[in-house]
């Protein structure tokens, strides 16, 4: 099975990704024998209580593990299993989207409301 990192992940891990041999029939034992071998800071990224912290994404074959069964996501010695943390962003603080946008033109709008008129 192949195990990819991204980003502060692998910054904890300290590799891009591993080939693990060991036993892992689930998601949650996977993360379980990761965390043992990266340690509390991998742990606090992946695990959160009954599931997956609520920063982490973790792909399993191109599926996030949420849309399948999360923790009890069954695995196979050929998935590839992917960890990364959520990303978000947004826009400026104080104005929302709408500011974010404002008087900025998109590719054709303009040229498309001038023939109209």
């Not at 990761?34 to 992946?46: E, N, Q």
């Not at 074959?61 to 990303?87: C, E, F, W, Y």
């Amino acid at each position: 099975m192949m195990i990819r990192f991204f980003a502060s992940i692998r910054t904890i891990t300290g590799v891009k990704e591993i080939e693990w041999g060991g036993p892992a029939p689930t998601l949650g034992d996977l993360l379980e024998q990761l965390a043992d071998r990266y340690g509390p800071g991998f742990r606090r990224w992946v695990l959160g209580g009954e599931g997956l912290g609520d920063s982490v994404m973790v792909v399993v074959n191109g599926t996030d593990a949420r849309h399948k069964a999360g923790l009890a996501t069954q695995l196979a010695p050929t998935d590839v299993v992917s960890i990364l943390p959520i990303m978000a962003g947004g826009c400026r603080a104080n104005g929302g989207l709408q500011s974010a946008f404002r008087g900025r033109r998109r590719r054709g709008h303009d040229s498309v409301r001038r023939q109209k008129a």
